[in-house]
């Protein structure tokens, strides 16, 4: 049985607090007559509730935790159900029509619901490219959360082989084009990705081996393979048979980064000992910047986008009091521009808990100059004065902590760390985009029905949600 309670708010990075919102809650429980009320009062609560970015932001908080294992269900469950309303309305408003179709699609993948996804791709087999801010590297990444090996196959078969619709007398007859080799392989590296970052090793294992034999060829245009796309996504089961059946472990993006980079970086604490405990020497491997895994770690703390901030301080207090390998050889480690993670903690103004952890770390120098020959108490003087900085500056000195640099208002110019490396999630972001993925398939094809531009006829110039809502109000 679903749990009656939800967390509604949770701590993001940068200080910041975001909030879920009624209808997230109600359409979480299944509660279709809840979420068709609240529709009825305020239209732009669909808004909300069709949102990839809010969605994605739920899946992290409530979907990946298991005691919330049937929310995606629940969600598809409501989608349905005011899909079916809105097509029997007359005059028929469709949720399809008015744009929505990748939101339903996305919706009822996730749920690994088959019956729902099969009854979509009869009405559009092109829903399948996803819609508005949906793209297929979504549909796809949805299907591999639902766990249904059949869901997904249906939906990479339905992408990599595009169905159109081609006018013959007064009907249409489904025809399958001649696809380009290089749209078919866009497709799949962007399905074993999605599966990848999904957790679905089955689907995944079947696609390695029965289409390419390198599994490192498979990297989208960051050059981030596989393994960093499940690292980063926290699967560490993935992970594991990865590493257990290819020669993958030590391999790096374009900027140097190993799977271990990016799982520190997400805060994917699982993860990050699956990859220790594999190959130890991990450990001290440098990115392009001369960055280790705990720089990176600190580094994740910086982001501007949504972050779950108590799995990035659980991953940091492991890494501090971890006794399997030698913390001294890290936490104090320069970058090619002579900073340590203590360094970059305080140049980000990143969490007060983190500073104060990495200053907890036995084998600590808190007195280490960068190129600039500033030490991080130098670089906390910096800082605009707060309660929280004069706390720091005082357990600094506490800890043996000096000034290092002789000239100090000569040396005010210090180069910002805020380089988001992995601003999106590894295997997200390939060298064609899903905007763009439709025009590869070298089959040309005006079928009106599929792009919707806001300026239907037929809408008198509303927005699509004041028409759904006058079609569930009628």
Known sequence: MLPTYFPLRWESTGDQWWYACPIDYAAANGHYDLVRKLLQIDGNHLIKLTSLRRIRRLETVWDDEEQFDDVAKCRSQVARKLFIECE?????????????????????????????????????????????????????????????????MLVYDFAVSPRFSIAKGEGFEEHIGDIPKVYKWEITNKAVHAAARGGNSKVLMELLNGYYEDVLAYRDKRGSTVLHAAAGRGQVEVVKNLVASFDIID???????????????????????????????????????????????????????FRRVDRQINLMKQLVHEKKFNMEDIVNAKNNDGRTALHLAIIGNVHTDLVELLMSAQSI????????????????????????????????????????????????????????????????????????????????????????????PSSGGRSRSSLLRNTIVG
């Not at 993948?109 to 009405?123: H, K, N, Q, T, V």
């Not at 990444?141 to 869901?151: D, I, P, T």
């Not at 980079?261 to 994917?268: D, E, L, N, P, T």
């Open 88 to 152: 029997s309305k007359k005059p028929k408003n469709s949720l399809i029509s008015c744009g929505y179709g990748g939101w339903l699609m996305y919706t009822a993948a996730s749920a690994g619901d088959l019956g729902f996804i099969r009854e979509l791709l009869e009405m559009n087999p092109l829903l399948v490219f996803g819609e508005g801010e949906y793209g297929v590297t979504d549909i796809l990444y949805a299907a591999a959360r639902g766990k249904s090996s059949e869901v997904f």
């Open 251 to 305: 391999s790096v993006d374009d900027q140097g980064n190993t799977a271990l980079h990016i799982a520190a970086y997400r805060g994917q604490a699982a993860v990050v000992e699956a990859l220790i405990r594999v190959s130890p020497s991990l450990i001290s491997v440098r990115n392009n910047a001369g960055e280790t895994f705990l720089h990176y770690a600190v580094s994740g703390f910086q982001t501007p986008t």
């Open 365 to 456: 120098d808190v007195n280490i100059s960068d190129a600039n020959g500033m030490t991080p108490l130098d670089l906390l003087r910096q800082r605009p004065r707060s309660a929280s900085s004069d706390m720091l500056i005082r357990q600094l000195i506490s800890a043996g902590a000096m000034f290092g640099c002789k000239d100090y208002t000569a040396r005010r110019a210090i180069v910002s760390h805020l380089k988001m490396q992995h601003g999106s999630s590894p295997g997200t972001s390939f060298r064609i985009s899903d905007t763009e993925i439709f025009l590869h398939t070298g089959v040309e094809t005006t079928w009106d029905g599929y792009h919707y531009d806001g300026n239907d």
